[in-house]
């Protein structure tokens, strides 16, 4: 499921004074650590709406639940159809169920109102499912008839977008009364083996530190036990299947999110504190691996400053958006070994600013913009058939390209063509998130060039300042044609936090239907260049218009 709206839908049914609707569909925790409570407050700290639909009522506190209420599920329905009716959501939050015949009402739900909702405003709504069913102190939430319970969870499974069980929770969810002393690695086949039977995505979050009983030999040589067992970590392990506005590069596969592991006893609500920030950050508009990694740095810095309330475990703190990269995890795709094994590779600095950056097609417009001053110039071969041009001609056109760079004493980057960039000397060469994933980065560093990445949203600007490229491209900003995007343009919105949280670590140039137009806008982001494509390609003097954009944005504040 995606997140996004069609053009037809007005974005006020789903927003209230700006903010997304996330409904939380959750047990009320009397304490205020977890359930209903850390929902709202995790809803509202991030910018959205909270509506609630309670599951039931807990007495509980700090250091043990003494009683939990049931809601009735005629209740229950009328909260739903009630909501639904006057302040439908941007997203959902599923939480603590209490018995067999509440999940199967939240699921029949889904099913038969939910769904026709959707189809007839021609939304996609995501619902994240936290399948709470054991608190922090390890009591059981939710009801001892296993068989029943277990029947239902895996017919709610097919109705949502994202499940988020931690390791007692995987265990209900496979059927196990509670999961047996396996290594980390028979953990993660039964991850996603699980997730393939379901046909749906499973984070299964590492917060709880590994026993050393749970080790045995038999996995000892392979890197996915011996990266587990470093406790200082902690690895949310995502099984990915289908996911709308995404490469399909990052589809298909398991993909590792590590963080430092906050030592703190005060992390009562951190599956609910996360599970609605990933909510909230769908609602919002960001893709569901975005709002992963959204809603991870946003939980390890609560941690961070988590705080007291009783004698027990104490909460996390409510911070705002996450801003600081030492909050953002690490990422792992064991798919692309290569990408491990890059990280520490140095790359060329690019020399002086890119300020406006023009990418072409056309050795043509490259010797016109270089002519008129232009000191970075990217040379993009895509052309399409009939057009298509013999591996010779390409060849011909990126060599004649690097001579004229040479000659205007430019920064030329070779779009793709790292092979034939680094035989005939480039300055640099630029690769997407998919050519980044098979190129071969060493060679690359060895023969002394500049690398720029492209990016399009949280998950790829962090996968790929992980390799510390010379420069990173964040796109596409404004719609274009230019070329086929999997995802809505980035607005600048986001370009803005983007900025905030690497702007000082590398350049950072902002892409996509950028001109004279928009131009002062994209500045206030603080961005620190633009590349522009048909607005210099396309114009009737390429160098022209070039020297018209360098100028504006030279002298905007």
Sequence with gaps: MGVFLSTNIKSSEVHSAGRPIVWSIAGSDSGGGAGIQADNLTIHDLAGHACTVVTAITAQNSQQVQGITPTPTIMLGKQLDCLLEDIPPAAIKIGMLANPEQICCISEWLASKLKPYEKANNLQIPVIWDPVMVSTSGQSLSSN???????????L?????????????????????????????????????????LDCNILF????????????????????????IDNSYATDWLAVKDIPFTSPQHQHQRIG???????????????????????????????????????????????SSAYPVGKGPGVLARNGWPKHLEHFAQITLPKYPQIKQSKGLSFTNVQQPLQVYPVTESVSVLE?????????????????????????????AIQTAIALGKQYQAQVFINDHWQLAIKHGAFGVHLGQE??????????AGAGLALGLSSHGYFELLLAQQLSP???AIGHIFSTPTKSMPSPPQGLNKLEKYCTLLGDRLPLVAIGGIDHTNLDAVKQTQVNDIAVVRAVEKAKDPAQSWQKL???WQTLS
């Excluded at 008839?145 to 017919?155: F, H, P, R, T």
């Design 145 to 155: 008839n296993q068989q029943d319970s277990y029947a239902a969870y895996l017919q």
């Design 157 to 197: 499974a097919k109705q949502v977008s994202l499940i988020t069980p931690n390791r007692h929770e995987l265990a209900v969810l496979l059927g196990l009364s509670q999961l047996p002393n396996i290594t980390h690695q028979e953990q993660i086949a039964n991850l996603e083996n699980l997730a393939k039977r």
């Design 205 to 228: 979050t590492g917060g709880d530190p590994l026993r050393a009983d749970a080790l045995n030999s038999k996995s000892q040589s392979a890197d996915l036990h011996n990266q587990s």
């Design 257 to 303: 999110f590590s963080s430092p592991r906050v030592v703190t006893q005060h992390n009562h609500g951190t599956g609910c504190t996360l599970s609605s920030a990933i909510a909230t950050t769908m609602a919002m508009g960001y893709p569901l691996l975005d709002a992963i990694v959204v809603g991870k740095a946003y939980v390890h810095q609560g941690l």
């Design 368 to 396: 016109q913009v270089l002519k008129a001053g232009a000191r970075t110039v990217q040379l993009r071969l895509k052309a399409a058939p009939p057009l298509m041009q013999s591996e010779q001609q390409i060849e011909q």
């Design 435 to 444: 050519d980044m994933l098979q190129a071969d980065l060493s060679q690359i």
């Design 470 to 472: 010379s420069y990173l």
């Design 550 to 552: 360098q100028q504006q």
